[in-house]
Nanobody
Framework: QVQLVESGGGLVQPGGSLRLSCAAS????????MGWYRQAPGRERELVAF???????NYADSVSGRFTISRDNAKNTVYLQMNSLKPEDTAVYYC??????????????????WGQGTQVTVSS
């Protein structure tokens, strides 16, 4: 049974930083790509960043240069370091275990396995 548990969300002022963690179990973690998504009220869930089993990373334009995704295979954990946070980053953040494929560029293929989410609120 796949289980994903996110943590690290909270309230932060604009310009601040947070580090999200997602602990995975029930999967062969090192063989999977992992993704971070977010969903703001009234909006669709969007892919923020993903990391492949080979540590290739990709970011949404809106967070590129501010967020960093990383993984620790020994701890079965994926991280999202978020710097220079903006009010528009406010959302529930979810991790996902999936795959990756190349068609010109590298794409993330999500699974139906999601964590419960962690709330990030950026406000003064």
């Amino acid at each position: 049974q796949v289980q994903l548990v996110e943590s690290g969300g909270g309230l932060v002022q604009p310009g601040g930083s947070l580090r999200l963690s997602c602990a995975a179990s029930g999967i062969f973690f090192s063989r999977n790509a992992m993704g971070w998504y977010r969903q703001a009220p009234g909006r669709e869930r969007e892919l923020v960043a993903f990391i492949t089993s080979g540590a290739y990373t990709n970011y949404a334009d809106s967070v590129s240069g501010r967020f960093t995704i990383s993984r620790d295979n020994a701890k079965n954990t994926v991280y999202l370091q978020m710097n220079s946070l903006k009010p528009e980053d406010t959302a529930v953040y979810y991790c996902n275990v999936g795959g990756a494929y190349r068609s010109g560029t590298v794409y993330y293929a999500p699974s139906t396995n999601w964590g419960q989410g962690t709330q990030v609120t950026v406000s003064s």
